[in-house]
């Protein structure tokens, strides 16, 4: 099957990402913070506010090939406000359609000992608990939420 001139183009752009922040995520020893600012092994202490480490723009994107073939990949980026106020946004992408979806969910957050808890706002529903890690590794300083690594992006 032949890709699209622009899903080609947008397909070596992702991957180019990927491929440079795969390599961030692997180089050099990382230090952890928790929610108070101090480092752990796990999130822990603290809550919403300016000086909580979750505060900030984070993104983890997926790039794969499906069962039928089709290229696809996902964007999630988390915005954890100090106000504790919370956005996830979802991008999907069908590279070699050239399509692409995008779905925003509002929710609030809070942290409980090691873990956040994200109560989505209508109209979404339900509670997620992700246990939490802020680390630094090299220049960069990665959000892993349950197993699932983040990089920050912004403040």
């Known amino acids: 099957m032949r890709v699209p001139r622009r899903s080609a183009l947008a397909l070596s752009i992702v991957l180019g990402t990927i491929l440079g922040a795969a390599a961030g995520c692997t180089s050099g020893a990382g230090s952890g913070l928790d929610g108070a600012g101090t480092p752990a092994g796990n999130g822990g202490g603290g809550g919403p506010g ?12 997926l790039l794969f090939v499906d069962g039928m073939g089709i290229v696809r990949g996902s964007v999630t980026i988390w915005r954890f406000a100090a106000d504790s106020t919370a956005t996830k946004t979802v991008i999907a992408t069908n590279f070699s359609a050239g399509l692409e979806d995008t779905l ?15 109560r ?5 529903t339900g509670t997620v608990r992700f246990d939490w890690r802020v680390e630094r590794i090299g220049a960069d300083t990665i959000l892993t ?11």
């Open 120 to 124: 989505f706002l209508l109209p979404d």
């Open 104 to 118: 925003i969910s509002n929710a609030t957050w809070s942290v409980t000992g090691s873990s956040v808890d994200i």
């Open 145 to 155: 939420l349950s197993g699932t690594d983040f990089a920050r992006i912004g403040s």
């Open 50 to 61: 300016s000086d909580s480490p979750l505060v900030g723009r984070w993104r983890h994107q």
